[in-house]
């Protein structure tokens, strides 16, 4: 199997990234405000997939989507995804119902 590429937008105060990577994955952290370039050099078109753990960053899912059609869009958050993005989501979890091991393992299967 190859490696699954991740980058993960956001505080990770959950533990998403340590459990990507104990699942094997190759994680990307951005943090600050992220635009387009920052997603394009960060390697997003060929990332397998996009977690988000901000909704104050909520703007960028729309903007992956654009970029490549072949990335998993993720929401890790406890706050409720906006409306205008919902559409463009794979899944949207909060990390008081689902803790990150497991959304980890279920993520890189």
Do not use: H
């Not at 901000?54 to 706050?79: E, N």
């Amino acid at each position: 199997m190859t490696e699954l590429n991740a980058i993960v937008v956001g505080p990770d105060e959950d533990e998403i990234t340590p459990a990507l990577e104990a699942e094997g994955a190759s994680v990307t952290r951005l943090n600050g405000v992220v635009t387009r370039p920052v997603l394009e050099e960060a390697g997003i078109v060929e990332a397998d997939l996009y977690v988000l753990t901000d909704i104050g960053q909520a703007t960028t899912i729309p903007i992956v989507c654009d970029l490549t059609d072949d990335v998993r869009t993720v929401v890790y958050a406890r706050r409720t995804v906006p409306e205008f993005v919902k559409g463009q989501l794979d899944i949207a979890i909060d990390p008081k119902l689902m803790d990150a091991s497991l959304v980890a393992e279920e993520l890189t299967d």
